[in-house]
């Protein structure tokens, strides 16, 4: 009998496709469009893995975790390779559509500054020190206007 490795993921269900994230707090994240009732989301999660690693759905079992998010799946040791590969080769979701998306507009390398919403040119928000400050409508309480 072959010796097997235990892989500890964690099982998102009802996202809008079928599959693999990022390791992210040690785990492998597995996206799957199943429902987690009845262990759809469980079958779904190992067809993921198996196919993503080259295996079969057979090979990859459900040692831990059946009703949690968290799980331990456990897949043969020839196919710690392939293993090694697609948890390295991931990057954040969205972030090189991104890049990709910043390069076309004309923003090589570092993202685009964001301005500073309802705050001074210090980044600070601005109070009595500031020299506009007093120059609003004056402050209403709850009990004003009601008789």
Request: glycine share 12%; proline share 8%.
């Amino acid at each position: 009998m072959a010796e097997r490795m235990t892989i500890p993921v964690r099982v998102i269900p009802r996202a809008g496709a079928d599959r693999i994230d990022v390791v992210r707090a040690g785990r492998l994240v597995i996206r799957v469009s199943a429902a987690p009732e009845a262990g759809a989301a469980n079958a779904a999660a190992r067809a993921v893995l198996a196919s993503a690693l080259g295996l079969r759905t057979t090979d990859v079992r459900l040692e831990r975790g059946s009703t949690s998010r968290d799980k331990e799946l456990s897949i043969p040791t020839y196919a710690k390779a392939a293993l090694a590969e697609i948890s390295t080769s991931k990057s954040a979701p969205g972030v090189a559509r991104r890049r990709e998306s910043l390069a076309k507009r004309g923003f090589p390398g570092a993202p685009v500054p964001r301005p500073l919403g309802g705050r001074g040119a210090l980044g600070r928000v601005r109070g009595a020190s500031d020299p506009g400050a007093g120059t609003g409508p004056p402050a209403r309480s709850l009990g004003d206007g009601l008789k």
